[in-house]
């Protein structure tokens, strides 16, 4: 029996908890356990290469160049494959609001607009109601693949990956019990951290999770606009680095009327954000726009940074609107009830994340490459403290696995039922090792998947450009 969350206020704490225990009908929780592809699985390379043919065409070199730096940055880019695994198997039906492409670098240190640093998610793009099994499981093969590029022993990558499960399990057991606007108000601030630092770490681990907090606090909009931007005849403007950053005016292929539509961005992105907000954008005024490259999955969207100024050129506002495209989820669920794909990952962010950005709205533009576009916008950077898995050893692996896990249970408890899902869990750790066995079957599959793309690209089949 699956009943939407949407309908589950009206049902007694014990009837939704029947709910979670009657989903392991559906789905045991043993079921997890495992993937192995079918001999009809479809070719991974064509499901990117669908992908990039939406995308900005001489920009699709770039993401696969970046694919191919290893099996973790593959994985990255390789939200659609795992979607397409993910949606023929047996689910929970227990939905929630997910993230859609939960790995572990989506997961950092961020500034709430009270200017707190809290842990939470940080990328929405495939955001997308369904079960909440995909985003854990998303997550937890993140670490098993980690743990595989730092040499680190199965042994050491199963306890990530195990410390990481039950972390989401014991949280969501502890929501379960909790008054409902107790949990939505529940963040994962730096009180917090700091006592899971002192209770989880040695000296060591501390001091460098301390100094990766100090320099999240460095990363503000200020920094990135003493880093983009230089001073000109005109005044202050974006700094070219072709391919990966071109200013509107040097793009060869931009006509006057790309260049019109762009510039409405902002004429179409104001009425989303809330009266007082729009009052503060009006402070500033646009001098300046530039195509940029970004991330590792989303290389190839149209993205673009939007430098404004207030009262003079020391007085910035640096935006970036990003293009939304469908979810990867979308055909594995159904579909989505958004007719703007940049108002579907700007409700999706507002419900999952505790705190998010005064700058984050949506628009539609007409007339880029003669298209229609939707976007979603937010300041390009604001306190972004970005984990470095290269540079951790298995204690700091899994303190960050802990957090991560913690941080998703959150996340879901605030768009799905927690009761359900907690009493589907049960007080075992059957799931725990079942997700376990999950990633690093996945794992394998990610690395035979990345081959498939090195076999492509020496075949010429896909063009590759390093960047």
């Not at 939704?16 to 479809?42: K, L, M, P, T, Y």
């Not at 931009?254 to 260049?259: C, L, N, T, Y």
């Not at 993205?303 to 506002?317: A, F, Q, T, V």
């Not at 976007?375 to 050893?393: C, H, S």
């Amino acid at each position: 029996m699956t009943v939407p969350h949407s309908f589950t206020a009206t049902l007694s704490p014990a009837e939704r908890a029947q709910i979670g225990r009657s989903a392991r009908v559906r789905a045991s929780r043993s079921c997890h356990g495992w993937f192995e592809a079918g001999e009809d699985r479809f070719d991974p390379v064509e499901v990117i290469d669908r992908q990039s043919a939406t995308r900005v065409p001489e920009l699709v070199p770039i993401r696969y160049g970046r694919m191919l730096e290893s099996p973790f940055r593959f994985y990255r880019g390789a939200a659609a494959v795992m979607a397409a695994d993910l949606g023929p198997t047996p689910n929970t039906g227990l939905r929630v609001q997910l993230c859609g492409d939960a790995h572990l670098l989506n997961f950092r240190l961020l500034a709430s607009p009270e200017r707190h640093l809290v842990f939470d998610i940080n990328d929405f793009d495939e955001t997308l109601p369904g079960p909440f099994e995909w985003d854990v499981k998303r997550l937890t093969t993140s670490f098993a693949i980690a743990g595989r590029a730092n040499g680190f022993s199965v042994k050491q990558q199963n306890a990530a990956v195990r410390t990481c499960v039950r972390a989401y399990r014991e949280r969501m057991r502890a929501f379960a019990g909790m008054r409902t606007l107790d949990i939505w108000y529940a963040q994962d601030d730096m009180d917090g951290l700091r006592e899971l630092m002192a209770s989880s770490m040695n000296k060591e681990a501390r001091r460098r999770a301390a100094r990766a907090t100090a320099q999240a606090r460095t990363r503000t909009g200020l920094q990135a606009f003493e880093k983009l931007t230089r001073t000109t005849a005109e005044g202050r403007r974006i700094t070219p680095d072709p391919p990966l950053i071109i200013p509107l005016g040097d793009l060869v292929t931009g006509s006057a009327d790309e260049e019109k539509a762009l510039r409405t961005v902002l004429e179409g992105y104001a009425p989303t954000l809330s009266s007082e907000r729009r009052h503060l954008l009006r402070h500033y005024h646009l001098v300046d726009m530039a195509r940029k490259v970004v991330g590792v999955g989303s290389v190839g969207t149209r993205c673009w940074i939007l430098l404004l100024l207030g009262r003079n050129d020391d007085d910035p506002l640096l935006l970036q609107a990003k293009e939304a495209q469908e979810s990867v989820l979308s055909a594995q669920t159904g579909g989505d009830r958004f007719d703007n794909q940049g108002r579907r990952v700007v409700t999706g962010q507002r419900l999952i994340q505790t705190t998010s950005d005064i700058f984050l709205g949506w628009t539609h533009v007409v007339g880029i490459d003669g298209n229609e576009r939707d976007f979603y916008v937010r300041q390009l950077r604001d306190w972004k403290g970005i984990a470095r898995p290269e540079t951790m050893g298995p204690e700091l692996l899994g303190l960050f696995a802990r957090l991560c896990g913690a941080c998703l249970a959150r996340a879901h408890a605030r768009s799905g039922d927690p009761i359900a899902i907690a009493a589907y869990l049960g007080g075992s750790d059957r799931f725990d090792r079942a997700l376990t066995e999950f990633a690093q079957s996945y794992a394998d599959q990610n690395e035979r998947d990345f081959e498939a793309l090195a076999t492509a690209s020496r075949s010429g089949r896909v063009d590759v450009r390093e960047m």
